[in-house]
């Protein structure tokens, strides 16, 4: 009996052993680090506190509470921690196998369906994300005309409620007027008919949307069939929720523009806008937010500059549009600064570039009450680093979110181990 009781204990032991390493939460006090605020400049020779998962003090003249466990962070940098405006992570695993993606369903009418829903807490993406100091990411649904709802989402948590971090939009492709890409073999009176369809498919199904909220506001929301569909776009209609517009081609998003004025819809976010430095006055005129990128791209037409892609944020920044950054990413959302780095490089700034992820999108989503900057009262979702972030040679060396210390390890990092001092176990003989 005491024979299997010690083999029984050493199986026990040995599958610990084996588990990931858990983040910690508690008291926190990181000493000695230059406090890039983002929203009040920069503190010199600064201490952060957290506490209970909140950042309690930062200053340069901040005693460290008794108990706390002290962070030596001389030479180093901190940061909020990165906002990524839109992604797949947690949607996609395997592009090649159905049953490891969830980022579209079938049917182009599907306000309904949820990316929170769907979303896979154990993915591998998520610790690459992180322990680049990508804390907090859109993870958006694809497909057809209203193919879901995204969502706001930490790179930490057991469960898509754990994750989520306040913040659902409605997704909405507007129609569009040119080819899909390369692959696109469809003529221009094809392209054109396809659009005038799925138009007219929007139409009819907002004046639906718009009856449903009239007969559901008379009733009190009593009398009125269930109709899944509808009932996802009621808070739009009524302004409560927001509608994230994909547009990309200049006069999509003038004619997107146009269709969310006739509409008078409240609650609008821009995304994608690639050409959005050809009608930049028009956005800026409307005063609607943009989440633009991937930065990293290729010109939209052949007979533009090289770098229009580069600048197409700084442009729109110019013309006084709010403007936050997306990779469009699911495996290489890590490159997140990167990207706001050619962005800084080619016209945005270095100072914008940064707002442009963190503060700013924090403003687009609702939730710079508690993330974007470093502040007293917002939650300590923060990294801490090397250099600028946006140099590719930075090193991320430790990563808060919502006060609990990530381990610093991903797949990525355990393969650079194993393979760093790998002992391949095989005779010589």
Same mark, same amino acid.
């Given at each position: ?24 939460? $508690? &008291? ?14 920069? +503190? ?8 209970? $998962? ?21 030479? %180093? ?41 769907? +979303? ?7 610790? /690459? ?10 993870? !958006?649904?694809?497909?057809? #005309? ?23 939009? /409605? ?13 696109? !073999? ?15 498919? &929007? ?56 269709? %969310? ?7 609008? +976010? ?19 937010? /943009? ?25 729109? !920044?110019?013309? $006084?549009?709010?403007?936050? #950054? ?7 959302? !890590?490159? #997140? ?33 508690? #993330? ?47 393979? %760093? ?9």
């Amino acid at each position: 009996m005491k024979k299997i009781l010690y083999v029984l204990m050493a199986l026990l032991t040995t599958t610990v052993a084996a588990q990931s390493p858990k983040a910690k939460s $508690g &008291l926190f006090a990181l000493t000695n680090a230059t406090l890039e605020t983002v929203t009040n400049g920069t +503190i010199a020779n600064g201490t952060l506190i957290i506490n209970k $998962g909140k950042i309690e003090a930062l200053g340069s003249n901040v005693a460290v509470p008794a108990g706390a466990q002290v962070i030596d962070c001389k030479g %180093l940098r901190i940061y909020p921690g990165m906002i990524d405006g839109g992604t797949g992570i947690g949607l996609l695993e395997i592009g090649q196998i159905p049953q490891a993606t969830d980022q579209r369903e079938t049917g182009d009418v599907i306000p309904q369906m949820k990316a929170l829903t769907a +979303i896979n807490p154990n993915s591998v993406v998520i610790p /690459v994300t992180r322990v680049s100091g990508v804390t907090t990411v859109i993870t !958006r649904p694809e497909g057809g #005309l209203l193919p879901g709802q995204a969502a706001l989402v930490h790179m930490h948590g057991y469960t898509p409620d754990q994750m989520f971090a306040g913040f659902e939009g /409605v997704v909405l492709n507007f129609p569009n007027t040119g080819k899909r890409g390369f692959f696109d !073999r469809r003529t221009e009176d094809e392209i054109k008919r396809d659009s005038d369809k799925a138009l007219k498919q &929007l139409n009819e199904v907002w004046d639906k949307a718009i009856q449903y909220h009239r007969l559901d506001s008379a009733t009190r929301g009593k009398g009125v069939s269930y109709y899944p569909e509808l009932q996802a776009l009621l808070p739009v209609v009524r302004g409560e929720k927001t509608l994230m517009v994909e547009a990309n081609a200049a006069k999509d998003i003038q004619a997107a523009l146009k269709w %969310l004025a006739e509409r008078k819809i409240k609650k609008v +976010i821009l995304t994608g806008v690639a050409e959005g430095w050809r009608v930049a006055g028009d956005i800026a005129k409307a005063n609607v937010p /943009v989440v633009t990128g991937p930065v990293i791209a290729i010109p939209t037409r052949d007979y533009d500059r090289y770098d229009q892609a580069y600048a197409n944020a700084g442009v729109l !920044r110019k013309a $006084g549009v709010k403007v936050a #950054l997306r990779t469009l990413q699911t495996e290489n959302v !890590r490159n #997140l600064p990167y990207h706001a780095g050619y962005a800084a490089a080619y016209g945005m700034g270095k100072e914008e570039a940064l707002k442009a992820i963190t503060i700013v999108p924090a403003e687009i989503f609702g939730v710079a009450n508690i #993330l974007g900057s470093l502040e007293v009262g917002k939650n300590a979702t923060l990294f801490v680093c090397d250099g600028d972030p946006f140099e590719t040679k930075t090193q991320v060396k430790h990563v808060f979110i919502e006060g609990w210390q990530i381990p610093m390890t991903s797949r990525q990092t355990e393969l650079y181990d194993e393979f %760093l001092q790998r002992e391949p176990g095989v005779s010589k003989n």
